[in-house]
């Protein structure tokens, strides 16, 4: 499975833009790439996902590099609710035994 | 709509002592799947089912067995619980496999003294 990297940790301020990166140099080309975080206490929710294309949804805009090594979730206003632990996962689309696989992820604060 | 539920939210159990966690999904989903969180650490894949009556191992199955006798249901059972399985237990749903999102439930936290 291909693998992502991203960093441990990372601070906004609130109201502030935050733009969290995640690596992924051996995608391969039916890997989609998805976003999901997870908030204190709680299961993981789903965030966002695309495949080529920067995405946009209510939640936070995805970007992605045009060689899709790398992509970045962007969310626009940070909140204090914005605080939890965000994961980039790969998931290959053609390969229907396979299932998310969750790394550490980052783990977003958010400062008033 | 309640979407995902498990129960129960909390567990103390004694080394050697078995249970049953139980997940429920109202949304007609084909897949279901077991995870386990350790502290500090993403999720692992215990077991996954993709539709009524099948299941499948994932990354962690040891110790572990499941079924899914009924389409809204999967079950993990624990036969004979260990300290190292102290952890928190979380069960997802998804339409298919592939491209489709995952809705969590909102966990059960286990430890077993």
């Known amino acids: 499975d291909a693998k992502t990297t991203q960093p441990n940790s990372m601070e906004s301020n609130e109201e502030e833009p935050v733009h969290l990166p995640c690596n992924h140099s051996t995608i391969s080309g039916t890997d989609y790439i998805h976003w999901y975080r997870q908030l204190p206490s709680q299961g993981p929710e789903y965030v966002i996902h695309?495949?080529?294309s920067n995405v946009n949804n209510r939640m936070a805009s995805l970007a992605i590099a045009e060689d899709r090594k790398s992509s970045t979730l962007i969310l626009h206003r940070a909140t204090l609710r914005d605080a939890a632990v965000y994961y980039c996962i790969l998931r290959d689309v053609d390969n229907y035994g396979q299932n998310f696989v969750f790394g550490p992820g980052t783990r977003l604060s958010v400062l008033p | 709509n309640a979407g995902v539920t498990q129960t129960p939210k909390f567990r103390v159990l004694k080394t050697g002592q078995s249970m049953t966690l139980l997940c429920a999904q109202d949304?007609?989903?084909?897949?279901m799947y077991w995870y386990r969180q350790d502290p500090g650490m993403g999720l692992r894949l215990i077991h996954y089912s993709v539709g009524e009556g099948t299941t499948a191992k994932g990354e962690v199955p040891d110790g572990y067995n499941v079924s899914r006798l009924k389409k809204q249901n999967f079950l993990l059972g624990l036969e004979s619980a260990a300290p190292s399985q102290t952890s928190v237990y979380f069960c997802?749903?998804?339409?298919?496999?592939?491209?489709?999102?995952?809705?969590f439930g909102p966990g059960t936290r286990l430890t077993v003294t």
């Open positions: 695309g495949l080529t």
């Open positions: 949304m007609n989903h084909e897949y």
């Open positions: 997802a749903s998804s339409i298919q496999t592939g491209n489709y999102e995952q809705y």
